[in-house]
């Protein structure tokens, strides 16, 4: 088997040694200019130009092709997107997973919706990482993950300086 995890950039994590990995970038329009979710991306640009503008301004989730892209060169992936309660991420992925797995009978996908964002998915990457390297079956990740996924909660604490 050779396994592949893979996730939306919500996650922030855009390389992963342990494994071979890939990250579906999510995107923010601003009026006419696109910014890519990628570690090239001037932050500072995008931050300017969100100040600035009196145009709209949109994010946007990987579709459900950057999502079978992602899946390429693995017959076992694992996919972990930003809670489907804020975004489409999770449905373009669960999407792309059936027709990736339609043209490709001998592939194991499974999807998982973080139910959360940032470093809640840095951690079940993390898990999906250490659970591959040991060598466990596709059944015994999904179990495990979906097992860790119970046990793993983000707090998040706003506060007013």
Known sequence: MKYKI???SSSNVY???HTDYA???LTVRIGNEEYIDAPETDISDMMDALKTTKEETHTSCPNIYDWQKSFRG??????VAITSGLSGSY???VNAKMLYENMNKHVNIHV???LSA?????LLIEKLGALCAEGNSFDEIVQKIEEYKKNTR???VWSRL
Request: a negative charge.
């Open 6 to 8: 893979v996730s939306d």
């Open 15 to 17: 390389h992963f040694e």
């Open 23 to 25: 990250c579906v970038p």
């Open 74 to 79: 693995a017959d076992t992936i694992f996919a």
């Open 91 to 93: 449905n373009a992925c």
């Open 112 to 114: 998982i919706d973080s």
């Open 118 to 122: 940032g470093p809640e998915l840095r």
């Open 154 to 156: 983000l707090f998040s």
